[in-house]
């Protein structure tokens, strides 16, 4: 793809205060970009351990490329904007201790379940809302790069998941619904608690173009993009799987 010449950010057509913010907004997409890569660099491993089927593994590296090329471009836009890019404390990517003695299956599939399948369709439904909006400055182009990747990365059917699944007792699909609902509980609480005082009548999608040329989201928005992908997308995906009970909210 082009390159994108993020120093044509124009910064002097922007509200300085929006523009600190978006800094911050993009400083912090810096660090998840970079978790992500350091998860699914993880999940290579993990695949390799369970002798998963070369093109699954490959498929694998494909995506820490591309978000190492995520993190790239964040950074880039941090710069921009006059921004000092950091990385996510502590640098080593935290490992809950019960995550780590699991087996190797295991942990394929928790981090199948909550990378690839959960956290990948939200953020190709923020993602989505903001590239139709963010307009032909840097802060769109660098949206619509990520958007492209991000979409390849979520969309897709997880092979694995669909196979551990079938190879399960239903007790241990019992566990694996379980860990789906504590994937997915946090994000819906956030949208929730962001929501919580206002009236229904004004729950609506509010054009919002001076944050979008940045990149940003009025927290309102992002709620409500993030209940849509939940209900149009995400839960719909889950049900399909067997990783959400249809009559469950
Ligand atoms: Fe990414
Ligand atoms: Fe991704």
Do not use: K
Not at 91 to 98: I, Y
Not at 160 to 165: C, E, M
Not at 206 to 220: I, Q, S, V
């Amino acid at each position: 793809m082009a390159a994108i010449a993020v120093e044509g950010f124009a910064r002097e057509t922007h509200d300085a205060a929006r523009v600190e913010r978006a800094r911050a907004v993009w400083a912090e997409r810096v660090v998840t970009e970079y978790r992500s890569a350091q998860a699914l660099s993880r999940y290579a491993q993990e695949l390799l351990a369970v002798d998963a089927p070369r093109a699954e593994v490959e498929e694998a590296i494909d995506m820490v490329r591309d978000e190492l090329r995520h993190v790239a471009l964040c950074e880039a836009v941090v710069r921009a904007m006059g921004g000092a890019p950091g990385r996510p404390t502590p640098l080593d990517l935290p490992v809950p201790e019960a995550f780590r003695r699991a087996p190797a299956a295991q942990r394929a599939m928790g981090t199948a379940i909550s990378m690839l399948v959960v956290n990948e369709t939200l953020s190709v439904g923020y993602l989505d809302d903001l590239a139709g909006r963010a307009g032909d400055g840097v802060c769109g182009q660098v949206v619509r790069a990520i958007l492209g990747d991000e979409a390849e990365h979520g969309a897709g059917d997880v092979p694995l998941v669909g196979r551990t699944l079938a190879a399960c007792t239903p007790a241990e699909r019992a566990e694996w619904v379980a860990f789906t609902e504590a994937c997915v509980r946090p994000h819906l609480r956030r949208a929730e608690d962001a929501l919580a005082g206002v009236p229904p009548a004004e729950r609506v999608l509010e054009d919002e173009p001076a944050h979008a040329a940045l990149g940003l989201f009025t927290p309102r928005r992002q709620a409500l993009v993030l209940a849509r992908t939940w209900r149009e997308t995400l839960r719909p995906r889950l049900v399909a799987l067997g990783l959400w009970a249809p009559a469950a909210p």
